[in-house]
């Protein structure tokens, strides 16, 4: 049966998968729900969205998303509070990022009533999926990318635009250890590093393969000039903490204005902690972790949140950081997500009821 939601067309699945899904045991982006909002940029304009069955995508051998890698993403989630309301967090600015994203990989920007209309709809179809269950939640991933046809290296000139949600259990996976870089670089000045474009994670993933067999989870990049500067936790923002004052870089062509990260330096800020915003040198972590004012290192993310650092690998040494009793990772997670999930006030005005 369809429907007008939001005017927007929803042409529904014929049966639900959602009695398949074990929604205890969810593992991170592997089952998705039953639709998906679609959007076609044809003959110079995005059409209407709509929403419709989930369902595979068929393209030319020839789609430029092959072969010139025109695509960018979004990462964010919905959260159903006790009495069945649904809230987004920050979603315009998931909005406004995706098109500073497309406008770097001359991707058309979307409308953003398209955005936040055919995510409104979307999720009032899949309402079902959102679980509900402490540190759950719809993960959702909207994208764009180059769907017209050639070998010619050029943009495109039809695109696709897609959100897919997949209910996600709590991302905890424990403190990780990671590797200070010191040859390779996720991005450059004047390159695509403030970008969520595809191509960055592929960059990404061969030194981080190097960092796991060497005994590391993940990889802090830093700047590629001079590989002095901490800069980023894979793909997440960084946070350092040297006694008591929480540390992180500014943002620029190489870092990403992260969601999270900028949630965190204004919850911090409120919550009294000293904040700075300023580069941050590998030569000063490695001395305050020597010294013990090294007090905890985190990466701030939407799919985990804060993903406590335990040490840190750099030039052939290891570095502990040490096990607090009270951390700024654990008080800070607990009051984003408390937000986010409509269990404390909102002061900030971030969360955003889907109705
Ligand atoms: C997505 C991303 C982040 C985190 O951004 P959030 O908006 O907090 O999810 C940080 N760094 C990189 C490189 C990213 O791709």
């Known amino acids: 049966m369809n429907a007008i939601i939001n005017d927007i067309e929803v042409i529904k699945a014929k049966t639900t998968k959602i009695n398949e899904v074990d929604f205890d045991n969810l593992k991170f982006g592997h089952v998705f729900s039953d639709h998906m909002l679609e959007c076609?940029?044809?003959?110079?304009?995005?059409?209407?969205?709509?929403?419709?069955?989930?369902?595979?995508?068929?393209l030319d051998p020839s789609s430029k998303i092959f072969h010139y890698?025109?695509?960018?993403?979004?990462?964010?989630?919905?959260?159903?509070d006790?009495?069945?309301?649904?809230?987004l967090f920050r979603p315009l600015d998931n909005c406004k990022?995706?098109?500073?994203?497309?406008k770097r990989m001359a991707i058309p920007e979307l409308p953003e009533n398209y955005f936040m209309n055919g995510l409104t709809t979307l999720l009032k179809v899949d309402s079902d999926w959102i679980p509900k269950s402490e540190g759950s939640s719809l993960y959702i991933r909207p994208f764009v990318f180059a769907s017209g046809n050639g070998f010619h290296a050029s943009p495109a000139d039809e695109y696709k635009f897609i959100i897919a949600c997949?209910?996600?259990?709590?991302?905890?996976?424990?403190?990780?250890?990671?590797l200070i870089e010191e040859k390779y670089s996720r991005s450059a000045n004047g390159g695509v590093g403030f970008a969520k474009a595809g191509g960055n994670y592929a960059g990404q993933f061969y030194p981080t393969q190097l960092a796991i067999d060497k005994g590391y989870q993940q990889v802090i990049w830093t700047d590629d000039n001079t590989h002095e500067y901490i800069e980023e936790a894979g793909a997440m923002n960084i946070f350092v903490r040297i006694n008591d004052t929480l540390i992180t870089g500014p943002t620029s062509d190489r870092i990403l204005d992260g969601i999270t990260r900028k949630s965190i330096i204004e919850i911090a800020?409120?919550?009294?902690?000293?904040?700075?915003?300023?580069?941050?040198?590998?030569t000063e972590v490695v001395a305050a972790a020597k010294e013990g004012t090294l007090k905890e290192m985190f990466g701030a993310g939407t799919a985990a949140v804060i993903s406590p650092i335990a040490g840190f690998g750099y030039k052939d040494a290891d570095y502990d950081l040490p096990e607090l009793e009270n951390t700024y990772a654990s008080s800070l997670k607990k009051?984003?997500?408390?937000?986010q999930t409509n269990k404390a006030e909102d002061p900030f005005g971030w969360r955003v009821k889907v109705e």
Not at 97 to 102: A, G, M, Q, V
């Open 40 to 58: 076609n940029f044809k003959n110079g304009k995005w059409e209407i969205p709509k929403v419709v069955p989930y369902q595979s995508i068929s």
């Open 69 to 80: 890698g025109q695509s960018v993403f979004e990462g964010m989630k919905a959260y159903k």
């Open 82 to 87: 006790a009495n069945d309301d649904v809230y």
């Open 97 to 102: 990022r995706l098109n500073i994203s497309s």
């Open 166 to 178: 997949a209910p996600s259990g709590s991302y905890f996976s424990g403190k990780v250890k990671v």
């Open 269 to 282: 800020k409120a919550e009294g902690i000293p904040v700075e915003v300023r580069k941050i040198t590998v």
């Open 335 to 339: 009051r984003i997500t408390d937000i």
